[in-house]
């Protein structure tokens, strides 16, 4: 199973970008995906998830600014990021899980990605 990132660039305060994340490799869809992140001397971070129903939760630091979204289709997973911030700065990580039950915004992933890198400057 293979979790590929892509859309990282440099941006400006208050731009856009929309994070891509394919995944390949598995004949069945996962049971949550997320997107994570990690800043410059910080922690990783729980972005953002969605579960195989379609269930979203958002961290408070990008609840209104950010939009998770798939195409069970296409195995692909998506971050739509409005407004963007000096600390939304970070590489950006795509994460799936196949292990049922359990809140997708807690659980542990066992799949990532190489991330994808999301610069914002003034």
């Known amino acids: 199973v293979q979790v590929v990132e892509s859309g990282g660039d440099s941006v400006q305060v208050g731009g856009s970008l929309r994070l891509s994340c394919v995944v390949s490799g598995s004949t069945y869809r996962p049971y949550c995906m997320g997107w994570f992140r990690q800043g410059p001397g910080k922690v990783r971070e729980r972005v953002a998830t969605?579960?195989?129903?379609?269930?979203?939760w958002y961290g408070d630091s990008v609840k209104g600014r950010f939009t998770i979204s798939k195409d069970n289709a296409k195995n692909t997973l998506f971050l739509q990021m409005n407004s963007l911030q000096l600390e939304d700065t970070a590489m950006y990580y795509c994460?799936?899980?196949?292990w049922g039950g359990g809140d997708c915004a807690r659980k542990d992933f066992g799949v990532w990605g190489q991330g994808t890198q999301v610069t914002v400057s003034s």
């Open positions: 969605i579960s195989d129903d379609g269930s979203t």
């Open positions: 994460a799936a899980e196949w």
